[in-house]
């Protein structure tokens, strides 16, 4: 199974990627981890994220394509994954259509969580105070907001159009939105 969690920064993409990967038996790639650690560790992928992480900017297309290529090349993901923070442009839509075809598969379904403004807000103020990410200051916040709206929210209608896309209310507790997103996916089979 192929499928793509979407939603605005605060939605719980990461949360509910993980628990639905390991329910279908397949890796949550989060391309959001994945940039966290390079920074951690130092490398130059590291090094080229950071600053339009710190900013609230998205990094550069190629960069994150050809990671996420790299990632999906590997063999654990196989049989499908959960994208969780990819595709964010519609540049990446692009690619990502081109590496799923290049495995002779195709992409099942786009899990959108929808979560009000103010409640996310709410959750990223929190989420700073007990992950300390740097990007979860309120300016910071402020600047994903906007590109979230500029950049990834067109996705939702280009996934509406190809009649892949699920909306899943994400408010409530975490428990409570994954057995909505579980209930929604029973209507989707792998193609
Ligand atoms: P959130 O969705 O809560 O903002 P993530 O952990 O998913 O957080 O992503 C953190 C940052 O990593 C983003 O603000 C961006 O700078 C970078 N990033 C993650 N995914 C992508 C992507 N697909 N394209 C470009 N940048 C990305």
Redesign the pocket.
């Known amino acids: 199974m192929r499928l793509i969690l979407m939603?605005?920064?605060?939605?719980g993409?990461?949360t509910q990627a993980k628990v639905v990967a390991e329910h279908i038996g397949v890796p949550a790639i989060?391309?959001?981890?994945i940039?966290?650690a390079n920074v951690s560790e130092g490398t130059d992928l590291g090094r080229k994220?950071q600053e339009?992480?710190d900013?609230?900017?998205?990094?550069?297309?190629e960069?994150?394509n050809l990671m996420?290529r790299n990632r999906i090349d590997e063999r654990d993901a196989e049989p499908g994954f959960v994208l969780?923070?990819?595709?964010?442009?519609l540049a990446?839509v692009e690619e990502l259509d081109s590496m799923i075809k290049f495995t002779g598969h195709e992409l099942d379904a786009v899990v959108v969580l929808t979560v009000d403004r103010e409640e996310l807000v709410q959750r990223?103020l929190q989420r700073a105070e007990t992950d300390g990410?740097s990007?979860d200051t309120e300016e910071v916040i402020r600047r994903?907001q906007e590109?979230?709206v500029d950049q990834t929210e067109p996705l939702i209608d280009v996934y509406r159009d190809r009649n892949l896309l699920i909306e899943v209310d994400g408010m409530g507790e975490v428990d409570q939105v994954t057995k909505r997103i579980f209930g929604a996916l029973e209507g989707v089979h792998e193609s």
Not at 30 to 33: E, I, V, W
Request: glycine share 16%.
């Open positions: 939603g605005p920064p605060g939605a993409k990461g989060s391309t959001g981890d940039f966290r994220a339009y992480m900013a609230g900017e998205y990094v550069p297309d960069v994150t996420v969780d923070g990819y595709p964010r442009t990446q990223l990410r990007d994903r590109v979230y």
